[in-house]
């Protein structure tokens, strides 16, 4: 999937299974959405910054 961000292909890692992956990235885009007091209109923004951050630690804890 292709998005002004970034593809989806950029973000997700392949050594866990797509649906924990997803389930890692709403937990993750969940609690800063929290963070925000779930104020409108920053959806995509939290669930593309979880993305890259679940990546990012597993790419740190996979090395």
Excluded: C
């Excluded at 409108?40 to 990012?56: F, H, K, N, P, T």
């Amino acid at each position: 999937m292709k998005t002004e961000h970034g593809s989806f292909s950029d973000t997700y890692s392949p050594d866990i299974g797509l649906d924990e992956f997803r389930g890692m990235v709403a937990i993750n885009a969940y609690y800063r959405a929290e963070k925000r007091g779930f104020e409108d209109g920053y959806e995509l923004e939290d669930w593309l910054e979880a993305e890259r951050d679940i990546s990012s630690q597993r790419r740190y804890w996979l090395r």
